[in-house]
C-alpha cells in the first residue's frame, strides 16, 4: 500500500523536488504545506503517514510544527530537513519527536532511506 506523505517546505522548488522523488518511487503526497502552521493544519485533516519538514519557515518554523503535530498525534512520523546541519537542530528536532533528519540539498537516495526506515 503506497504511503501518504505530507511535505512542508516553505520554497515551492523543494516541495517539487521532494515530491518528484516519492512519487517516482511509489509513494502518493497527500498535500503540502508551505509552513508550519499550514503543516499543523494539513497534518490534522489528512492524517498522512508521514510528515516531511524544513525547519526554517516563515510563520512558524518546522521545530515548532513538529512539537505541535506531535502534540496532536504521538504516534506521528515527522522527518525533518534543513540546509543548516546545525548541529542544535539535529538535537532539537529528535528531541522533539522527529524519526530523522536530511539535510540540504539532499540526495534522492538519502530521502529515500529516510522515508523507507521510517514507514517501510
Known amino acids: 500500500m503506497a504511503k501518504n506523505i505530507l511535505i512542508c517546505d516553505d520554497a515551492a522548488f523543494m516541495r517539487m523536488m521532494i515530491k518528484d522523488i516519492l512519487t517516482k518511487n511509489g509513494y502518493t503526497v497527500a498535500g503540502e504545506a508551505e509552513n508550519g502552521a499550514k503543516a499543523v493544519e494539513k497534518y490534522t485533516e489528512l492524517k498522512p503517514d508521514l510528515v516531511l519538514m524544513d ?32 548541529q542544535a537542530m539535529v538535537i532539537e528536532s529528535i528531541q522533539s519527536g522527529a524519526k530523522d533528519f536530511i539535510v540540504k540539498p539532499f540526495q534522492a537516495d538519502r530521502v529515500l532511506e529516510a522515508v523507507r526506515k521510517v514507514v517501510g
Not at 56 to 80: F, H, N, W, Y
Request: with cysteine.
Open 55 to 86: 525547519i526554517t519557515m516563515p510563520e512558524m518554523d518546522g521545530i515548532q510544527a513538529l512539537k505541535k503535530i506531535r502534540e496532536l498525534d504521538p504516534k506521528a512520523s515527522v522527518i525533518m530537513c534543513s540546509a543548516m546541519g546545525q
